[in-house]
C-alpha cells in the first residue's frame, strides 16, 4: 500500500523558516522523481519544486526559487523542503507525491498534506 506522510508544517512569521518532511511506503521511492506540491484556499494544487530519483537534479517554481530547497534520502525513504524567507503567500497546504510530468496528474493518492501558514 503506497503511503504519503507529510509532516513539519506550522504557523510562523514571515521570514521565517519550516522544513518539511514526505516519509513514503509502498513503491519504489528511490527509482522515481518526486515532487512538493502546494494548494492555498480557493486556488488549486500547483507544483512546488521536483527532484530526480538520484536527488542531483532540482527544480522550483519561480515564486520559490532562492527560498526553498528540495532534498530527499533514499536509504529513509524521505524527502524534504526547506523553506526560509517564509512569505504570506506561502500560505498553503503542501503534498508530497511522484512526479510524471507537468501537467500530468501523480500515480498515487494525496496524503493529508501539512499546513502552513505564514503570518504576523
Known amino acids: 500500500q503506497v503511503q504519503l506522510v507529510e509532516s513539519g508544517g506550522g504557523l510562523v512569521q514571515p521570514g521565517g523558516s519550516l522544513r518539511l518532511s514526505c516519509a513514503t511506503s509502498?513503491?519504489?521511492?528511490?527509482?522515481?522523481?518526486m515532487s512538493w506540491y502546494r494548494q492555498a484556499p480557493g486556488k488549486e494544487r500547483d507544483l512546488v519544486a521536483r527532484?530526480?530519483?538520484?536527488?542531483?537534479?532540482?527544480d522550483y517554481t519561480n515564486s520559490v526559487k532562492g527560498r526553498f530547497t528540495i532534498s530527499r534520502d533514499n536509504a529513509k525513504n524521505l524527502m524534504y523542503l526547506q523553506m526560509n524567507s517564509l512569505k504570506p503567500e506561502d500560505t498553503a497546504t503542501y503534498y508530497c507525491?511522484?512526479?510524471?510530468?507537468?501537467?500530468?496528474?501523480?500515480?498515487?493518492?494525496w496524503g493529508q498534506g501539512t499546513q502552513v501558514t505564514v503570518s504576523s
Open positions: 527532484i530526480t530519483s538520484t536527488g542531483f537534479v532540482t
Open positions: 509502498g513503491f519504489n521511492f528511490s527509482r522515481v522523481p
Open positions: 507525491n511522484v512526479f510524471v510530468g507537468v501537467g500530468h496528474l501523480p500515480p498515487y493518492s
